[in-house]
């Protein structure tokens, strides 16, 4: 037999219970839990931007945000660099002139633009006006010496104004110039080596002066010194497509998880073979460690819907933590606003 005392601790204890965990009911009602929800989101924002008629999309391999938070489209059609604001309105178009076949896009420090062409396998430096001031490589010819590159990949521009391209889709290397666009030196080579890459398809460097490449088809992001010393191997985290480095260097990298590479009858030319399996952004510190993870739903070719990726290519960050990604199958950039 229960004593009464015990039957009033069992009322008491009980009654505790239905506080924390709210009414109980037999018929099975919907139950509220207390819950602390801190992971960011991002949604996406179908109407950025407000394109002009004569600004249209093919592909969009490069995006970049400049100080005053301008949004860089760098597009395969005509004209090639868009600039809009975060809010979408138009703010100038240029580079029909110029631009060969379009790829990655940067700012540097000094506002200036830089564009990484695998059409004329060169990179060039632009004021945000689209005045050339430098040319690395030369137009029109490949190669793979102090004066030619091979389908230029990206470039990271150094405190000091040197800079530093990924040799990417014809070579497989990384070319060190002066900031006056004089040939330093070279490393790298096709394989899976320390030294070695196969398709370094982007590269980024932080306030320390480490630089990092996307060694996209070996299935890691490299960490050099400026010397070309290897530091660290990100390895088989993530297949690396685009960089984006953020103030306080957060290393941001775009692409897929990692898959194994695989021909595909659809894309018989694609510098990859298949598609990627997923969409992927994580966002790691300088020493490797991932920090963020965030997956966008993949679309299908030419039914992606809002808020969908396909061959996501570069990301980009505003001063806000919005995102912008470019991709290259769904032919458009997006604008993704951060909720917190």
Known sequence: MISPSKIS?????????SILLGPCSCAG???????????PGYEVDPAWPQ??????????????????????????????VQVYTAAGQFVRAWGEDIVGRAHHIKIDREGNVWLSDIGLH??????????????????????????????PTDMAIAMNGDIFVSDGYGNARVVHFDKTGKFIKTWGS?????QNFSIPHAIEI??????????????RVQVYDQRGKLLASWRDVIVPWGFWMSANDDVWVCGSSPMQWRIDPKYPTAPLGCPPKDQVFMKFNTDGKLLQLWTVPKGED????????NWVHGLALDSTGNLYAGDIIGKRAQKFVRKN
Request: proline share 7%; charged share 20%; hydrophobic share 35%.
């Open 29 to 39: 009602a919907a139950q509220t839990y207390p819950r602390v929800d801190l992971a």
């Open 51 to 80: 394109r002009p008629a004569h600004c249209r999309w093919a592909e969009v391999p490069g995006v970049a945000v400049d100080k005053q938070d301008h949004v860089w489209i760098f597009t395969r059609t005509n004209p090639p």
């Open 190 to 194: 096709l394989g899976s080596g320390g």
């Open 302 to 309: 030419g039914q992606e819907k809002p808020g969908e990726l």
């Open 206 to 219: 932080d306030s320390q002066g480490q630089l990092y490449v996307a060694d996209r088809n070996n299935v």
């Open 9 to 17: 601790r069992l009322i008491a204890c009980f009654a505790a219970c």
């Open 122 to 151: 060169v990179v060039r430096k632009c004021t945000p006006e689209g005045k050339v001031l430098l040319t690395l490589g030369t137009p029109g010819e490949s190669g793979e010496d102090a004066r030619h590159l091979n389908l």
